[in-house]
């Protein structure tokens, strides 16, 4: 069978992704950066735990290596690179930098450019020709375009082009694989994701990243102020593209079928969700009245609300959007299946993670390699 080689394996959507790869039998080459107090196999599989509740769990197929992004080979030995990408393989590059202010610029770009060019050129000298190369990047780095952002190419921009500086990464990171697919016929392919939330089946939240880091915040403030009326500064005819981590990791399992695939593939929900619907399931869900208010200056608030917009650093950038994503791509590799989110999904995930962060956490239990 087919090995599947993954970097920033520890991450949300890559976690998700492994674990679904070996409950099929998968072999799974594991790219984990160790920390000060954890080594990269145990990063792995705290990462697979915190899928399943901590309920103890073996992985026979699973391999994890600690590597370095930006050194050369990895810091890893020609020994260990010939046993990761020997053979008939697909390679997915999830390492990536999610912060997007102008202080971490720097950082930014380092992970998202440097980091796919180093991974790009380890990947060029050790792979063979039947390997492909999957960049996963983001459906946000159509910037702050007003038109359809089709299945495709764009070319470089300033950043007045786009809401942050990862938005910016990312785009010149698409192009620096279509350089190499143009120039060097690299097998490449680039997943562009939208937000991705919790599971369209269960509700199950197992990330606080975008509509969920607002809920946690909303959550803090309504424990200290029960019935307050809080407004925020949102546009509630505006929207959020969410995808459920199911849908994402279905797809990712079709990719890995499928010989025959797009260069790039829009992964995005076909309908956004709105603000509206958002805020409207957070006042059921918690003693709180938020009110969406535009264009809300900081002079008017209250220190409550000051607190709320400081928080919001990043996602107010997208509290006015009405993005629309071309799927003609995604369309053909996918099946409609009936898992879009809807307003029923979205209260259930909020309503899981709100309920998750109010017990009490369970001692975790070891995994087995």
């Not at 790219?31 to 901590?54: H, I, Q, Y």
């Not at 020609?78 to 202080?103: M, Q, R, T």
């Not at 209260?347 to 956490?361: A, V």
């Amino acid at each position: 069978m087919k090995k599947i080689v993954v970097n920033g394996a520890n991450g949300y959507v890559a976690s998700n992704f492994i674990k679904s790869l070996v409950d099929k039998d998968y072999h799974v080459m594991a790219l984990v950066r160790s920390g000060k107090n954890e080594t990269a196999g145990k990063k792995m599989l705290n990462a697979l735990a915190r899928l399943t509740d901590n309920q103890s769990a073996k992985y026979e197929n699973l391999e994890v290596f600690d590597y370095s992004l930006f050194d050369n080979d990895f810091a890893l030995t020609p020994v260990e690179l010939n046993k990761i990408f020997g053979g008939n393989v697909d390679y997915f590059h999830f390492a990536a930098s999610l912060k997007y202010d102008e202080k971490s610029k720097k950082e930014i770009f380092t992970t998202n450019i440097d980091g796919v060019k180093n991974s790009l050129d380890i990947f060029k000298r050790y792979s063979d020709k039947s390997s492909r190369f999957f960049f996963i990047s983001t459906a946000y780095s159509c910037g702050k375009t007003s038109t359809v952002f089709k299945e495709q190419f764009y070319e470089n921009q300033d950043i007045s082009a786009f809401r942050n500086y990862y938005e910016q990464s990312k785009r010149y990171a698409e192009n620096i694989v279509r350089e190499q697919i143009e120039e060097t016929g690299l097998n490449a392919h680039i997943l562009r994701l939208s937000q991705v939330v919790g599971e369209h089946k269960t509700g199950i939240v197992k990330t606080d990243y975008g509509i969920f880091d607002f809920a946690k915040r909303i959550y803090g403030l309504a424990k200290r102020y029960p019935d307050a009326t809080i407004r925020v500064d949102v546009d509630p005819k505006s929207s959020q593209n969410l995808i459920p981590i199911d849908t994402v990791v279905n797809f990712l399992m079709r990719t890995v079928d499928l010989d025959n695939l797009p260069v790039i593939v829009n992964l995005v929900a076909k309908t956004s969700t709105s603000n509206h619907l958002i805020i409207n399931s957070l006042n059921q869900l918690l003693p709180v009245n938020l009110k969406p208010v535009r264009h809300l200056s900081r002079e008017d608030m209250s220190a409550v609300e000051r607190v709320i917009s400081a928080g919001m650093s990043f996602t107010g950038a997208y509290i006015d959007t009405n993005l629309a994503f071309d799927t003609t791509y995604k369309d053909q590799v996918m099946a409609p299946n009936g898992h879009e989110i809807n307003e029923q999904s979205v209260y259930n995930m909020l309503e899981y993670f709100i309920n998750d962060i109010s017990r009490p956490k369970k001692k975790r239990i070891k995994a087995e390699a």
